[in-house]
T-cell receptor, first 113, second 121 residues
Framework: DQQVKQNSPSLSVQEGRISILNCDYTNSMFDYFLWYKKYPAEGPTFLISISSIKDKNEDGRFTVFLNKSAKHLSLHIVPSQPGDSAVYFCAATFSGTASKLTFGTGTRLQVTL | GAVVSQHPSWVICKSGTSVKIECRSLDFQATTMFWYRQFPKQSLMLMATSNEGSKATYEQGVEKDKFLINHASLTLSTLTVTSAHPEDSSFYIC?????????????????FGPGTRLTVL
């Protein structure tokens, strides 16, 4: 049972354009969501997060949007840069201590010149 | 930011042998560490939650007698894959939970190690 889904396994975007990565979840108990970036043979690195009390969080070129009614979140990267090429995972959890993360299946982003 | 290391970064072993993977939080204390496994082109799947000084909590479907976890100190957790078989070949990643001074409010952030590639022949 995949509680967090990323339906697009890959995405190709031209440098300078906007990259939009989508994520859907089924468990309405999740109240904290995170995006991680991962390079091959490395551990994930934290990118940005959002609490369920918000619908938008912005950090530089990265913005995460949350639509609780649709159980959907998205990560916008603008402008996209070649260094953004990586696999992006969304993850969900319950806020508080010792909370385990449930990861999506990942989307491979390729930013082309 | 907080640093988590894993050792070894890769290991090749023969079927039937045991392999130990170490996960260390280098500049913070972690009462809770997590072990994940990632198969090619798949998501990270949580295997177990490791709490310092107590038994690990395993996710459904993960054999606790096969994947031994020890969290003896606030900076070290180990995962031992016992009697490894080729189907255990995977990328194993640990994370350590910690809160940074002035960091996120109610969420203790997880910091991930670089992972260990295990290949069982």
């Amino acid at each position: 049972d995949q509680q967090v889904k990323q339906n697009s396994p890959s995405l190709s975007v031209q440098e300078g354009r906007i990259s939009i990565l989508n994520c859907d979840y089924t468990n309405s108990m999740f109240d904290y969501f995170l995006w991680y970036k991962k390079y091959p043979a490395e551990g994930p690195t934290f990118l940005i997060s959002i609490s369920s009390i918000k619908d938008k969080n912005e950090d530089g070129r990265f913005t995460v949007f949350l639509n609780k009614s649709a159980k959907h979140l998205s990560l916008h990267i603008v402008p996209s840069q070649p260094g953004d090429s990586a696999v992006y995972f969304c993850a969900a959890t319950f806020s508080g201590t010792a909370s385990k993360l449930t990861f999506g299946t990942g989307t491979r982003l390729q930013v082309t010149l | 930011g907080a640093v988590v290391s894993q050792h070894p970064s890769w290991v090749i072993c023969k079927s039937g042998t045991s392999v130990k993977i170490e996960c260390r939080s280098l500049d913070f204390q972690a009462t809770t560490m997590f072990w994940y496994r990632q198969f090619p082109k798949q998501s990270l799947m949580l295997m177990a939650t490791s709490n310092e000084g107590s038994k690990a909590t395993y996710e459904q479907g993960v054999e606790k007698d096969k994947f031994l976890i020890n969290h003896a100190s606030l900076t070290l957790s180990t995962l031992t894959v016992t009697s490894a078989h080729p189907e255990d070949s995977s990328f194993y990643i640990c994370s350590a939970e910690g809160s940074l001074a002035g960091g996120l409010s109610s969420y203790n952030e997880q910091f991930f190690g670089p992972g260990t590639r295990l290949t069982v022949l």
